[in-house]
């Protein structure tokens, strides 16, 4: 006869007082551990739309798309639990100090309709102020701003989010000047113009 190995019966001895290990799922509801790994979710408040979560995803679970229509230009953050592996590196990727997408302890997770299983959150767009290209998030501007302190007044676009976003400056206010050239300099503008901008002779 076969003896039981001696972890086993330790363990089937200590169940005796200690109760068993599984939970009576669907009769009790499951607590997991605190440090489960569930579905991930953003914080709306928290993330600056970088899309930094979205280049670590190894099995490509989030997704950004810009949007510019009538309303507001932003952008539109993704997250498709049925496709996640619930690895963990879009918080350990997350710019905004981890705390844009955390994973949560939610693990009941099966949808009767697939749409459901996809959050998503949405992010206000800045865009350039000569040709509409798309340059961040506004959030995101105010956090590079944020982090590189003063270094930001040698960037127009740096200082004017972050004078905006405070309420210094008014957010609809745009230069009558549309000369394509030294004087459109402080304005908010994507690389390709702040170059043409900077470079022109035009006065
Ligand atoms: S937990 Fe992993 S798989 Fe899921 S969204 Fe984050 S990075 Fe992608
Ligand atoms: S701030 Fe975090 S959650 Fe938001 S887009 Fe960037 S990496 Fe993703």
Same mark, same amino acid.
């Given at each position: 006869m076969r003896l039981p190995k001696l972890r086993e019966l330790i363990e089937a001895i200590k169940a005796l007082w200690k109760g068993p290990y599984t939970s009576k799922f669907p009769y009790e509801t499951h607590r997991p551990y605190p440090s489960f790994r569930g579905q991930p979710k953003f914080n709306e408040a928290k993330c600056v739309g970088c899309t930094a979560c979205e280049q670590v995803c190894p099995v490509r679970a989030i997704k950004s798309v810009d949007i510019i229509d009538d309303k507001s230009p932003r952008r539109k953050m993704i997250h498709y639990t049925d496709t996640c592996i619930f690895c963990g590196q879009c918080e350990a990727g997350c710019l905004a100090d981890k705390e844009g997408i955390k994973l949560s302890n939610d693990w009941e997770l099966s949808f009767f309709d697939r749409k459901l299983s996809q959050e998503e959150i949405e992010k206000e767009l800045q865009l350039c &102020? %000569?040709? #509409?290209a798309v340059i961040a998030c506004k959030d995101h501007l105010k956090w590079i701003a944020e982090r590189i302190g003063e270094l930001s007044f040698s960037n127009p676009t740096l200082y004017l989010s972050k004078l905006k976003g405070l309420g %210094? %400056? =008014? &957010?609809n206010i745009t230069s009558?000047?549309? =000369?394509? #050239? *030294?004087?459109? *300099?402080v304005k908010i503008l994507c690389s390709r113009c702040r170059r043409e901008t900077t470079l022109t002779t035009k006065e």
């Open positions: &102020e %000569i040709c #509409g %210094i %400056i =008014d &957010e009558a000047l549309k =000369d394509f #050239g *030294r004087s459109d *300099r």
